[in-house]
T-cell receptor, first 114, second 111 residues
Framework: GESVGLHLPTLSVQEGDNSIINCAYS??????FIWYKQESGKGPQFIID?????DKRQGQRVTVLLNKTVKHLSLQIAATQPGDSAVYFC?????????????FGQGTELSVKP | NAGVTQTPKFRILKIGQSMTLQCTQD?????MYWYRQDPGMGLKLIYY???????DKGEVPNGYNVSRSTTEDFPLRLELAAPSQTSVYFC??????????FGPGTRLTVT
């Protein structure tokens, strides 16, 4: 069935290092992918998105890579800072049969050591 | 814009009680969603709405009801609360079925 999963539930990095968070998806028909950041006690916040006709998209300190061949998505954070500590979710969709529903992965908790 | 607002922030219910979680957005978005998030898990879709007067079930609708009488408001109703409904509830909206904007969440405990 449909699923979006993450390879690692937790990731610990040193401040200033680059972080890579991975995500696998199973629905090859998905054409939109999005990364959210969720800080403790808050709702998910949009980080970056990518459509299936692209394989890379860059934002401010973040890059998303999409490999449709192996159905894999990654989020790269450059020069990780303590403020980047949060849970990161990938999501795929939208499912137009269900009002644009997004399918969320379990999440990876990123911990940044000073 | 205030974005997506949710009330209350926290609530404790006894088994069998009922309550309504409020969600309001001031961005004139047609699409609105209710998710629940269990500890250490991603978000599961409860109900969604593609516009005023139109609602439909998501993945986990049992035990919940919704209504959408206006574009701005999308309340979620719990009837006969059960411990399995202990969770954090998020409301979200989007203008175009892509990026969804989330509210701050309601943390509900049923004991």
């Amino acid at each position: 069935g449909e699923s979006v999963g993450l390879h690692l539930p937790t990731l610990s990095v040193q401040e200033g290092d680059n972080s890579i968070i991975n995500c696998a998806y199973s629905n090859s028909a998905s054409d939109y992918f999005i990364w959210y950041k969720q800080e403790s006690g808050k709702g998910p916040q949009f980080i970056i998105d990518i459509r299936s006709n692209m394989d890379k998209r860059q934002g401010q300190r973040v890059t998303v890579l999409l490999n449709k061949t192996v159905k894999h998505l990654s989020l790269q954070i450059a020069a990780t800072q303590p403020g980047d500590s949060a849970v990161y979710f990938c999501a795929e969709g939208p499912d137009y049969n269900q009002g644009g529903k997004l399918i969320f992965g379990q999440g990876t908790e990123l911990s940044v050591k000073p | 814009n205030a974005g997506v607002t949710q009330t209350p922030k926290f609530r404790i219910l006894k088994i069998g009680q009922s309550m309504t979680l409020q969600c309001t957005q001031d961005m004139n978005h047609n699409y609105m969603y209710w998710y629940r998030q269990d500890p250490g898990m991603g978000l599961k879709l409860i109900y969604y709405s593609v516009g005023a007067g139109i609602t439909d079930k998501g993945e986990v609708p049992n035990g919940y009801n919704v209504s959408r009488s206006t574009t701005e408001d999308f309340p979620l109703r719990l009837e006969l609360a059960a411990p399995s409904q202990t969770s954090v509830y998020f409301c979200a909206s989007t203008p175009n079925r892509d990026e969804q904007y989330f509210g701050p969440g309601t943390r509900l405990t049923v004991t």
